[in-house]
């Protein structure tokens, strides 16, 4: 993502949230320092010219699971969004992992040692669990900012994990970005990390405008599966058994 670009969506997104800009930079050297290496063309490798599914923690990722799981969809790439890595790993071991290390950790480590790829992401808030976590990862890490990036670093735009694992995607080439647990209403899933519900419906909004944009700005090729939630503008709805049909 051009920086040019994302500077006008990250300042009214520091403006709405009352972030700390200073601290997202420094967590940016933060991670910049610790990271071991970043080898994304292994990654783009993985993604580009393949369909993926990103997945949302939101109220529907276990019934979405089920549905994916029935209709033989599990074959595709799978990119898990934090939290949602600890149900989606019961069916299959996600391909990548995108977090701020906000949900269940342990499970994703699990799934890093067993070879999934792990994309994390450094702001303001995370600097501890980044420190904790980061130099235990000695192998597929990529490192992921939202201020403008120091060397080895990227910034794909977005900002919460889903949006930001469907950035990433879109940026790396993937074919086509399939939405799923991504509801993006007033419940919160289960999935979720600890947070604040009424910063939440805030972070879940910027969500849907970002995917919004992505959409409509870049072209990207992107739908949603997600059983229920909120329409996402710009974003349409296939259903899985459908979607399965020869096109």
Known sequence: MEWSKWKPKYEGIVKKL?????????????????????????????????????????????KDLEKLDEAGWLNKVLISADGATS???????????????????????????KHSFLVVHAHGDNIQKVKEIVPRLTE???????????????????FTDGDRAAFMAYELGAAKIILSGMDLGEEIGEYTGHTNKE?????????????????????????????????????????????????
């Open 87 to 113: 149900a989606v790993k019961r069916y299959r071991l996600p391909d990548v992992i995108v977090t701020d290390l906000d949900g269940d950790v342990e499970d994703q480590l699990d799934a890093w040692q």
């Open 18 to 62: 009352k972030l700390n800009r200073t601290e997202d930079e420094r967590a940016a050297k933060i991670l910049n320092r610790l990271i071991n290496s970043s080898k994304l063309p292994d990654l783009k490798k993985l993604i580009e010219g393949n369909e993926c599914i990103v997945f949302g923690a939101g109220p529907s990722l276990e």
């Open 199 to 247: 910063v939440k419906k805030m972070k879940l909004e910027i969500c849907e405008n970002l995917l919004s944009w992505l959409s409509k700005e870049f072209g990207a090729k992107i739908v949603n599966v997600t059983s229920e939630g909120r329409e996402i503008p710009q974003v349409p709805r296939e259903d899985i058994v459908e979607n399965q049909q020869v096109k």
């Open 140 to 158: 597929r890490v990529i490192g992921t900012i939202q201020v403008n990036k120091p060397a080895q670093l990227y910034n794909f735009g977005g």
